[in-house]
């Protein structure tokens, strides 16, 4: 997953989402800061997100990268 900037700036999204349907997750990483991260769906951004704790979420990004998400 890479970080490319999304319409809203405070949001990132995964380099995949780009493909056709933007079917992927945004999160903010400068929030990871007070230990929890922010993310909600990319298709529908009105809808309520959820935070994960920040060490969760790097070993959840650690994961996608070796599989290739």
Do not use: H
């Amino acid at each position: 997953m890479s970080e490319n900037a999304s319409p809203n700036p405070l949001w990132v999204s995964s380099s995949y989402s780009g493909n056709g349907g933007g079917n992927c997750i945004q999160w903010q990483p400068l929030s990871g800061q007070n230990g929890q991260v922010p993310v909600r769906d990319s298709k529908d951004t009105t809808l309520a997100g959820f935070t994960v704790a920040a060490p969760a979420w790097s070993v959840f990004v650690d994961y996608a990268k070796s599989v290739r998400v």
